[in-house]
T-cell receptor, first 114, second 108 residues
Framework: ETGVTQSPTHLIKTRGQQVTLRCSSQSGHNTVSWYQQALGQGPQFIFQYYREEENGRGNFPPRFSGLQFPNYSSELNVNALELDDSALYLCASSLYRDPTDTQYFGPGTRLTVL | AQRVTQPEKLLSVFKGAPVELKCNYSYSGSPELFWYVQYSRQRLQLLLR??SRESIKGFTADLNKGETSFHLKKPFAQEEDSAMYYCALFNQGGKLIFGQGTELSVKP
C-alpha cells in the first residue's frame, strides 16, 4: 500500500504567475482534500474532490481550482499568484464511506511567491 | 462560526510530567473531533478521534460538550512526544477545521 505523495517538494514563483501542484492519493482512496498551511498556522481547507467532482469548498477565491482524475490523482491550480499564497500546500486522501473518514496527508509542497 | 482554538502555541514540560494540550471549539451541531500530530520532518498524521474512544501512545482526549473542549492528555510525557499537535473539527460540509497548533517540547 503506497501513501499519499505530492510533487514538487518545493516551488518558487513570482507574483502573477500560475502554478500547478500534484497529488497522488493513497491506494484505494477516492476522495482528495487540499489544504493551505501558512507559516505558524494550522491547515486551512481549500476544497475536496470526490469522484472527479468538487465536493465542498473553503473560503478561497476562484483563482484556486482543482481537478481529480479517474485514477484519483489530483491537481491544485492557482492563478495570478499573490505574495500571501506563499505556504505549504497539503493534500489528503480518504475513502468516502462517510464524511468523517480518516484523511491521510501527503508531505506537502512548499510554495514561495516572490 | 465554526472554530477551533488552541490557546497555547508552545507547551514545555519535563519527561515524566503530565501533559494537557488544550482545545476549545465552536460548533452548533454534534462535533466530530480529532487530534493530529506532526513529528519533526514527518507528515501530519491522525493521533486519535473522539468517537473511537481509544488511547494512542498513552494519549487520551475527552469531549466535554458543556465546556466545548477536547483537551489532549497524557499522564507521563516522553521525549518522543515532542511534536506539533493540531486539534481539528469535522463540519457538516465534510471539511476539517484545524486549530493553530501547539508545539509540545518534552525536556529530558
Amino acid at each position: 500500500e503506497t501513501g499519499v505523495t505530492q510533487s514538487p517538494t518545493h516551488l518558487i514563483k513570482t507574483r502573477g504567475q500560475q502554478v500547478t501542484l500534484r497529488c497522488s492519493s493513497q491506494s484505494g482512496h477516492n476522495t482528495v482534500s487540499w489544504y493551505q498551511q501558512a507559516l505558524g498556522q494550522g491547515p486551512q481547507f481549500i476544497f475536496q474532490y470526490y469522484r472527479e467532482e468538487e465536493n465542498g469548498r473553503g473560503n478561497f477565491p476562484p483563482r484556486f481550482s482543482g481537478l481529480q482524475f479517474p485514477n484519483y490523482s489530483s491537481e491544485l491550480n492557482v492563478n495570478a499568484l499573490e505574495l500571501d499564497d506563499s505556504a505549504l500546500y497539503l493534500c489528503a486522501s480518504s475513502l468516502y464511506r462517510d464524511p468523517t473518514d480518516t484523511q491521510y496527508f501527503g508531505p506537502g509542497t512548499r510554495l514561495t511567491v516572490l | 462560526a465554526q472554530r477551533v482554538t488552541q490557546p497555547e502555541k508552545l507547551l514545555s514540560v519535563f519527561k515524566g510530567a503530565p501533559v494537557e494540550l488544550k482545545c476549545n471549539y465552536s460548533y452548533s451541531g454534534s462535533p466530530e473531533l480529532f487530534w493530529y500530530v506532526q513529528y519533526s520532518r514527518q507528515r501530519l498524521q491522525l493521533l486519535l478521534r473522539h468517537i473511537s474512544r481509544e488511547s494512542i501512545k498513552g494519549f487520551t482526549a475527552d469531549l466535554n460538550k458543556g465546556e466545548t473542549s477536547f483537551h489532549l492528555k497524557k499522564p507521563f510525557a516522553q521525549e518522543e512526544d515532542s511534536a506539533m499537535y493540531y486539534c481539528a473539527l469535522f463540519n457538516q460540509g465534510g471539511k476539517l477545521i484545524f486549530g493553530q497548533g501547539t508545539e509540545l517540547s518534552v525536556k529530558p
